[in-house]
């Protein structure tokens, strides 16, 4: 965020595990600590051994996304951590669909864990993955690297590492959002991760003014031309449109006062047009952005008629009781989706946007009441699973030797 925006959370060192860039970093992937040469951004399908090898790790089912993870022994963590390793070497993978799915599971994971220091380890090797997916993959890839992105520095919070991966994603998402010959979808998950990352990273207010500038040449295109007095028609780029104002907006909420009211003034009269647009969503993000923006320009306290929200996440409640907040929250409530509970609880960072304080911390008996998540279920199923495989194998051959998968 920048200078001008108070900082609660101060920056982070530590060193971090650097990934080299190209073929050196391709064939130097490890998973659990194999060197395997892999041949990175080749489409051609994947084989048979590559796909067994992936199957273990690249299931996106098989990290939580319904709510926070209790962690009660230190196997699962290290298992956890054990399957992301396999999970970052496969970004490299020849297949796309392979590396699609690796950046999805890795996102998935992040989203409803914290793992600040073992992607801290990492972060280097993380956004080398991420840059080349940018860059070499189609639409499907690009999409889930700009997700992948976004969690990234939410789970690092504002601090150098987080303005190193905008320093070098940024300009790639930038292009891919004004490439017109691009997907629409993957342009439109670019507009919300560079404005997210710009929200968390930049401490510089001219970056924060270039990136306000990037959306509001994508968004405006929707605006009602003059010759036009009714209604807005919809078009493929809506979607496109919607995610650039709503990541503008959310930019707007850091910027300084007079910034705002500029930008107010300049769009005052035209962006009540996008009201009249037959997509309903424009006519949602529309509504919102000029409420918010007002908001913003009168001062947060002059505004009382705000329907106030209530979300719940542990013993804490949040009350959403401004345009400012509300925004803010379903930003990143469409990043993290049902990992944005235990995010509210456990993130620093986030902790600190919403004013909340420091994390709570909850005693052993309010843990063991707290829902068990999906991924340890897998976890506990799939041991289950082998043992019981393992059973009767031997029952039937006890000659056989039964190997682990993992």
């Known amino acids: 965020m920048p200078k001008n925006k108070k900082r609660n959370t101060p920056h982070r060192g530590g060193s971090g595990g650097g990934g080299g860039s190209g073929a050196a970093a391709a064939t130097a992937a490890t998973a659990g600590g194999q060197h395997r040469n892999v041949q990175p951004f080749s489409d051609e399908d994947a084989s048979i051994e590559t796909m067994s090898h992936c199957s273990g790790y690249s299931d996106p089912s098989s990290f939580a996304e319904d709510g926070p993870e209790v962690l009660d022994e ?14 970052i070497d496969l970004t490299l993978d020849k297949s796309a669909k392979t590396r699609q799915a690796a950046l999805e599971g890795i996102k998935n994971a992040l989203a409803s864990k914290m793992l600040y ?76 991760c560079f404005g997210v990352c710009c929200f968390i990273a930049t401490d510089d207010i001219t970056e924060l003014y270039s990136t306000l500038e990037c959306l509001e040449n994508v968004f405006t295109k929707s605006y009602l ?11 493929p780029h809506t979607v496109l449109h919607i995610s650039s104002l709503l990541a503008w907006t959310l930019l707007l909420t850091i910027c300084p006062i007079n910034e705002v009211k500029k930008k107010l003034e300049m769009h005052f009269h035209k962006l009540p ?20 923006l007002f908001e913003l320009a009168r001062g947060m306290e002059s505004e009382r008629d705000f329907p106030t929200e209530t ?73 289950a699973f082998k043992a019981r495989t393992k059973a009767r194998s031997k029952c039937r051959d006890k000659r056989a030797d039964v190997g682990e998968f993992f």
């Open 225 to 235: 031309k003059e010759k036009d007095t009714t209604v807005i028609c919809s078009t």
């Open 311 to 383: 979300v719940k996440f542990g013993p804490e409640r949040m009350y959403i009781d401004c345009w400012v907040k509300k925004h803010t929250y379903d930003t990143f409530k469409e990043i993290l989706g049902s990992g944005m509970q235990y995010h509210l609880q456990s993130n620093e960072f986030l902790r600190n946007v919403f004013e909340l304080g420091p994390p709570v911390m909850l005693d052993a008996a309010t843990l063991k009441t707290m829902k068990i998540s999906r991924f340890e279920r897998h976890l506990y199923n799939s041991a």
């Open 117 to 192: 220091e073992f992607i801290l380890e990492r972060r280097m090797t993380l956004t080398d993955s991420i840059e080349r997916c940018l860059k070499k993959g189609k639409s499907d890839e690009q999409r889930a690297a700009a997700a992948l992105a976004s969690v990234l520095c939410i789970q690092l919070g504002p601090g150098i590492e987080s303005e190193e991966i905008l320093k070098t994603l940024g300009p790639i998402l930038k292009k891919i959002i004004c490439d017109g010959t691009a997907n629409i979808q993957a342009r439109q998950t670019c507009a919300t």
């Open 273 to 292: 047009s996008l009201l009249s647009c037959d997509d309903v969503n424009m006519r949602i993000a529309a509504g919102e952005s000029l409420a918010l």
């Open 74 to 87: 230190e196997g699962t963590q290290e298992d956890l951590e054990y399957k992301l390793k396999g999970l």
